[in-house]
Structure formats: structure tokens, C-alpha cells
């Protein structure tokens, strides 16, 4: 009957909380409805904010992409600038899976370089290299595998990590 639903839509909400926030503060909020509870909000606070930067990032390239699927051309557009920034991303992402930190310190660059390699494959296919369109996607996601995977030494990352702001800036500038 209905109760039974309701303690299943409890147990459900339950999970979906503790994805969040740890189990004190599940308690502090909606057993004890303590909102107020200082270290909990502002540990929402941040997730929520952690969070909406990460969905964010899910199509901050899709105008793009619509743009050169509606001209049918990269015209004007960089190869070097869309490498430079996958590449950029790239060794954040992978850094911080091999460190093994929690996804929201790199779900924004996982979802940037899905789309950042899509417009590196876009790129190719409008410009004729239709092989190149094909074999790019598959190469670079056994380069991410390798380089996050605990494959590439963690002093490589490191290095590579540290680039990711001159990289980004040079791939800004390019055109």
C-alpha cells in the first residue's frame, strides 16, 4: 500500500542525501530538522555549488558544436586552440583520478574534454580528414585511460598538471 511506497520513497531519499552529505549531517537536517547546523550548511553550500559547477560544465561546448553543425565548416576555428584545451583538461582530469580525489574536483574537466575531443573530431571531419574524425575519439580516450589509469607515473602527472594554466592560456590566444 501507500506506507510501504512511503518508507520506500524515505529509504530513497535517504541514499540520494548520504551521495552528498555524510550521515551526521543527514541527521542534523531531517531527523533532527536542525537547517541551521553551521558546519552542515556550509558543507551543502559547497557541494551545491560543487555540483551545479559540474552539471554546468555538461554542454558548455554545445553552442559551439551547434554552430559549426549549422555552418557545416570549422572556418576560422584553431586545431591548436581545441588540442591545446583537451590537452589542458585532460591532465586535470587525469591528475585527480590517479590522486583518486572525489568526483566534483574533476567532474567540470571529465565533461570538458568529452566535448573538447568531440570539437578535435569535429574539427576533422569538416576539414575532410574523415579518418582522422574517426580514429581521434578512440586514441584519445586510450591516452586518458593511460594517463589516469595508475599506468603514467604520479611525477608525470604532476608535471603535466602543472602546465594546465600556461597551456589553457596559450590555446585562448591562438586563432
Known amino acids: 500500500g501507500l506506507k510501504g511506497g512511503s518508507v520506500a520513497m524515505a529509504g530513497l531519499f535517504e541514499r540520494m542525501v ?28 559547497s557541494r551545491g555549488l560543487g555540483f551545479g559547477v ?63 575531443a568531440i570539437l578535435v573530431a569535429m574539427y576533422f571531419y569538416y576539414v575532410g580528414n574523415h579518418l582522422g574524425a574517426a580514429l581521434f575519439l578512440p586514441i584519445y580516450g586510450a591516452i586518458a585511460y593511460l594517463l589516469g589509469s595508475g599506468f603514467t607515473p604520479m611525477v608525470v602527472l ?9 597551456i589553457m592560456a596559450i590555446s585562448k590566444v591562438l586563432v
Do not use: R
Open 158 to 166: 604532476t608535471n603535466l598538471q602543472a602546465t594546465t594554466i600556461p
Open 18 to 45: 548520504l551521495l552528498v552529505l555524510p550521515h551526521h549531517c543527514y541527521e542534523e537536517f531531517f531527523v533532527h530538522f536542525n537547517f541551521f547546523h553551521a558546519d552542515c550548511s556550509k558543507l551543502l553550500i
Open 54 to 116: 559540474v552539471v554546468g560544465s555538461i554542454l558548455v561546448k554545445l553552442p559551439q558544436m551547434i554552430k559549426i553543425v549549422n555552418a557545416g565548416s570549422v572556418k576560422g576555428l584553431s586545431l591548436m586552440s581545441f588540442l591545446l584545451e583537451l590537452m589542458s583538461v585532460t591532465f586535470t582530469m587525469t591528475y585527480n583520478i590517479a590522486n583518486e580525489y572525489p568526483f566534483g574536483t574533476w567532474g567540470e574537466s571529465f565533461f570538458i574534454s568529452i566535448q573538447c
